[in-house]
């Protein structure tokens, strides 16, 4: 059993699989922390007594002065680049990781813990353990590369699928250990759906133009809370077969985008497939770009 | 080499499952318990957040940037946790509030904040919005916490 277990776990896969995501992953962390910038700096500024400290943070008693929140913050993003480039991959790797669960967590440091973030940074550190810059690095040549055995990668791969999957499967759980079995009859996400629209009403803005006439109809909340059980408990078939877990990468995606429309919550990770591409063969779709993009550049100088 | 790698990925799994020997509500960051849509609900929500009145008297609620951050949950994770330390931490906020209310043209209108401890049956609050007009719905019971002026030079 152990030794199947350890054969499929070990199984190979090409080295060019990990380094797409490498890529994709990092570059989507670096945009994210840059995207967030002016969220962060004016995090970093809030009253010191709604500092709530979570995680990593709590070996904080007070928060960082904000210059120096907003420096590390800064630090991150120069250093996400440089994970996504694969450069100097064994030490920057780690401390860009590092780097990015301090300046996320010290963001959810203040009353509210953003579940949006939490996938993209495990995926982060357990792609800093990992022999992901063995292909398509900034600086190394083919020859040079240092491409070892397909077994060196197939797992990596593996365990980002299992993160991905072990957080919906919490999810899922955490509704069964709040609410219990009572959560399926549709009430309780009706009403999480209105108090969430009406919270942005308190705030300012405008609700969901489809949550509200569909708070009419109970009834739909009864599918949709069916439905996003079966998905968040269902996560971990992703593992049984390649074709079972595009269709639930892709059951879950509508999910995330029926959270959108109904709640005007954006999950970017998954909604943006990131969340998911370990579940595919993201070095085909890299290469078909680059194919296209070799194409554009032959046409545009064969026209010139 | 393979154990090293065995032991990356156990150690990864079993700290993002071990989540489930915490109680469902002792959330954390980047393990997290995942408490989000799972709470029970019921429609009556009582919430604190900001208002603007204008020299009538007229109020509506702020936009949450107004707070120091865009995000709403955060947002409104401020409001609750000042109203709860009372007017230490109230008097700046609402101070802040005034001063980035000050600051923006589409608020000029505004002479007062007001943080409230608003509880409302969000059906009918939602049934009585206007489409696209955000804030104009009946509100329920609000109970002001905090009062300051928006001082304009």
């Known amino acids: ?304 | 080499m393979a154990l090293t790698r065995i032991l990356i990925s156990l150690a990864f799994v079993g700290a993002t499952l071990s989540a489930l020997h915490r109680d469902p509500l002792d959330d954390g960051f980047p393990i997290s318990t995942y408490p989000m849509f799972a709470q029970p609900r019921t429609t009556w929500f009582t919430e604190d957040y900001a208002l603007g009145a204008d020299r009538h008297g007229v109020t509506r609620p702020l936009p949450a940037a107004t707070s120091g951050t865009g995000e709403v949950l955060q947002a409104a994770a401020l409001y609750e946790d000042a109203v709860h330390a009372g007017g230490r931490q109230l008097a700046p906020l609402c101070a802040a509030v005034a001063r980035r209310v000050a600051a923006d043209p589409a608020l000029r209108d505004l002479v007062a904040v007001r943080i409230v401890e608003g509880t409302h049956d969000v059906l009918a609050l939602l049934a009585g919005e206007p489409r696209g007009g955000a804030g104009r719905a009946p509100r329920g019971a609000e109970h002001v916490r905090w009062g300051c002026p928006v001082v304009r030079e």
């Open chain 1, 1 to 304: 059993m152990i030794a199947k277990l350890s054969k499929w776990w070990f199984a190979p896969a090409p080295a060019e699989r990990l380094a797409a995501l490498r890529i994709a992953i990092g570059a989507y962390a670096t945009i994210y922390v840059a995207a967030r910038s002016g969220e962060l700096i004016a995090s970093a500024q809030l009253h010191r007594g709604s500092f709530a400290p979570v995680g990593v943070a709590r070996i904080l008693r007070a928060p960082l002065p904000p210059w120096l929140a907003i420096a590390i913050a800064a630090a991150c993003v120069a250093l996400m680049l440089a994970f996504t480039l694969g450069i100097a991959y064994r030490v920057v790797a780690p401390v860009a990781a590092v780097a990015l669960l301090w300046t996320l967590t010290y963001r959810n440091a203040w009353g509210q813990v953003f579940h949006t973030e939490d996938l993209v940074v495990l995926h982060v550190l357990a792609l800093a353990c990992t022999p992901a810059a063995d292909a398509w690095t900034l600086g190394r040549t083919r020859t040079t590369t240092n491409r070892g055995d397909p077994r060196d990668y197939g797992w990596a791969i593996r365990l980002l699928v299992a993160l991905t999957a072990a957080t919906y499967l919490l999810a899922g759980i955490a509704k069964l250990r709040l609410a219990g079995m009572a959560w399926l009859d549709g009430e309780q996400l009706r009403n999480q759906i209105a108090v969430d629209n009406a919270r942005e009403l308190l705030f300012g803005a405008a609700p969901s133009r489809l949550a509200v006439p569909l708070l009419a109809h109970p009834s739909w909340f009864t599918a949709f809370s069916v439905g996003t059980l079966v998905i968040e408990l269902g996560a971990p078939l992703v593992f049984l077969h390649r074709r079972l877990a595009h269709a639930w990468a892709i059951t879950a995606w509508a999910f995330h985008a029926g959270v959108l429309v109904l709640m005007h919550i954006v999950f970017p990770y998954p909604l943006l497939g990131f969340a998911f591409l370990p579940l595919f063969e993201p070095e085909r779709i890299a290469r078909r770009v680059a194919a296209g993009l070799a194409r554009g550049m032959r046409r545009l100088r064969g026209s010139v």
